[in-house]
């Protein structure tokens, strides 16, 4: 019988040699130069070697283990379980094109993404996986069938931005990578010209017998529900949670709009409010600014405790990824990385554009939405949590990113930091209403679009209705949202979630609560389901 620490890393062992590009990712540079290798016999063989996990997980003397490591075997056991069932009724080596120019250019931004003067190793590595991109887009030629018109499509999307990217960012690097300059570039034509072919296939071959469906049905759907977050929904207690929240939101919207200005529709208040943003130089300093407070009223208020040698730096996002990141993102440190530092990208404004583009721009980083982003994607949101659970001491469990606990808890603490007084402006408020009425919408598309009550056009006109996006975004919107099942949802499920266990814990503790317990315990055990993390903290 298996032990099971042993059998834990095995199975990271085995995931980290499979995935060279995921291992990049996680902070492991054990195969920085290679890409992962996407032939149907290296997948099939990665399948049964999950089937043969799945079943010396399930042979393991349960009983006997101690509560986290039974969370592990559960979480391990069904996360396998689900990604065999996915290969067998909707296998993505078929139906998923994106997957092939996807690993190949993140493949070459993890490598650079955290090394913007790479050093000879890093310019070596890179060399090395452009010159892999033809032989991975050879196999999407090779394995591809009759996927959704849709995913081809986002296929095309992602091929032109990642010839922006090669041509944008490479000729820059071999500026500084001395003798390994010519080989970059030449590896960089090999890569841009591998991908010319593939985008050529994808428009003249793939595009036209493109006549699957993206739909993966109730019972995929559900399977997710169960085995990836561990919710106790079917899809019907799903859509009606998301149909009432988007109900429930709006109300509140509404009202809130009202008190600033009742003469108005609250969109029309929300244009307002999108007049207040910093000047364009001043951008990035403004995040810092309000980052820095969040972080302040959390040290104040005792709210949570913060890992050992935490660092965020805001920071401009690099130019070979702006095409990525238009606005602002978060990027968090791998969890295996020796140092542990989130940055958080901020992209200038280009100075070039006309003044009226400029301040369109601008308005989307509003001062009183920078503040709702300051503490959603750095303190006590994302970067908080994110290097906590990278603290875990098990490698197998860093490997779990739910993303129902990661949503809910950045969602969850909006509310909880403007209780505490961090969004005591009104308007504020409003737009966090708004961004949350979007995500609610969120609930009801994606469920609605993978069991077929719904269709793209309808999902986007239901955005378009109902949040008020524009229609360009609200396409974008779902598009993203037919090639993620459940995780579109996860957001505002997450937040109720986490309500629920503080009521459990409360109403179990009485006058004894203490919040920054609560959260410190809360986020303790990594980013697990909600279930293993309320069963924890109730244990």
Known sequence: ??????????????????????????????????????SREKVEGDIERDREFIRRLGALDQPSLELQDRIEVEISKNALELEVLLFERFC?????????????????????ARNPNPDADVIDAATSRLSQFKRLLEQGKKNLGRPPRIFTQIAIELVKG?????????????????????ALLQANADALAALTDFEAFLERDLLPRSDGTFVIGRDLFEAKLKKEHFLDLDVDSLLQFGRDAVQSTKKELERAAAEIDSSKAWNEVVDDIKKDFPQADKLKDTYKTYMEQAKQVVVEKMLVDFPKDEELRVVDTPAFIRFLIPYAAYSMPGAFEKEQVGLFYVTPVDSRLPKETQEKILSDHSIPNIKVVALHEAYPGHHLQLLRSNKYPSRLRQFSHNTVFIEGWALYCEEMMREQGFLSDPRSYVLQLKAQLWRACRVVIDASLHTAKMSIDEGVDFLVNEALLERSNAETEVRRYTTSPTQPMSYLMGKAEIKTLKSKVQAKLGNKFNLREFHNELLSYGSLPTKFIAQSVLA
Do not use: C
Request: glycine share 12%; net charge negative; aromatic share 4%.
């Open 92 to 112: 993505p080596l078929d139906n998923k094109p994106s997957i092939y120019p996807g690993v190949a250019i993140n493949g070459l931004h993890s490598l650079l």
């Open 1 to 38: 019988m298996d032990n099971f620490r042993a059998l834990a890393d095995e199975m990271v062992d085995s995931f980290i040699a499979g995935s060279p590009v995921g291992a990049t990712h996680m902070g492991a540079h054990t195969a920085d130069g290679e890409l992962d290798d996407l």
């Open 162 to 182: 990642g010839q922006t990217f090669l041509t944008g960012s490479i000729p820059k690097l071999a500026k500084d990578a001395g003798k390994g300059a010519e």
